[in-house]
């Protein structure tokens, strides 16, 4: 039977983490939010990791004269990852990479004509920028013709945080996450029958408990987020390469 690793149950795991203390003090809705800053930090590492954890794909169509496209931020949009040419109509495409660059380093990139001269995926460099936290791409040159990309990008912004919904972390570093968060929410709680010194001395007695438990999570999770893959599990094998190993004669 699978786990049922939600916001739901993580509610729970804090209380118990945090010795159980009044419903209200905290109430659900601070060890969400609580829990969604935890959550937001732990997507926000993974993107910044070279690893592509959590990718999308956009289709920006371009138009002859129009060189400016606003991108979707209502999808996630957080860093670009690869840009490449498509045409699915033309079975005889051949996918081209296009280069990336900041608008400061277009020159480097691109000195030709503002405007191509004739051709479908004229893209030389994509060049991208933000205003006010919208990114926008400009085509360079601008395209004389009707013309489809595919963009790659890393996803920012999680889910809102709901009681019955799954984790936007890896299911293996729930527990992390709920450690994290109770640490957070341990300093709202208050306990019945207790007065201030000891509701103190109580904080005081979880808080190195939870401290060494995320530790640990932490030094396995740096380790996680460098690879998204068992380092060696992918590189091919010859046949008897280790014969010629360490031969001084070759």
Request: glycine fraction near 4%.
């Amino acid at each position: 039977m699978a786990l049922q690793l939600d916001y739901d149950r993580l509610i729970g795991e804090v209380r118990l983490d945090c010795n159980e203390p009044e419903a209200h003090s905290p109430n659900d809705d601070l060890i969400l939010q609580k829990s969604g800053n935890v959550a937001q930090l732990l997507v926000n590492e993974l993107s910044n990791a070279p690893p592509g954890w959590s990718q999308r794909f956009h289709d920006l169509d371009v138009l002859p004269g129009k060189a400016f496209y606003p991108l979707p931020i209502d999808k996630a949009f957080s860093k670009p990852v690869r840009i490449h040419t498509i045409d699915q109509a033309d079975r005889f495409h051949v996918t081209r990479k296009v280069d990336m660059c900041d608008r400061q380093n277009q020159d480097e990139f691109y000195q030709g004509p503002r405007q191509a001269v004739v051709g479908r995926h004229t893209a030389w460099v994509k060049v991208l920028s933000w205003d006010l936290a919208q990114p926008q791409l400009e085509v360079v040159p601008e395209p004389v013709e009707v013309a489809r990309y595919r963009i790659w990008y890393n996803t920012g912004i999680i889910p809102e945080p709901l009681q019955d919904q799954n984790p936007p972390v890896p299911l293996e570093y729930f527990r992390y996450w709920r450690v994290e968060t109770s640490l957070l929410t341990l300093r709202y709680c208050h306990w019945r029958g207790r007065d201030q010194v000891s509701r103190k001395a109580e904080i005081e007695f979880l808080e190195p408990v939870l401290l060494r438990q995320s530790k640990q999570f932490k030094e396995a999770w740096d380790q996680f987020k460098l690879t998204n893959r068992v380092t060696g599990s992918q590189e091919p094998h010859g046949y008897a390469d280790w014969y010629l190993d360490g031969d001084p004669y070759l």
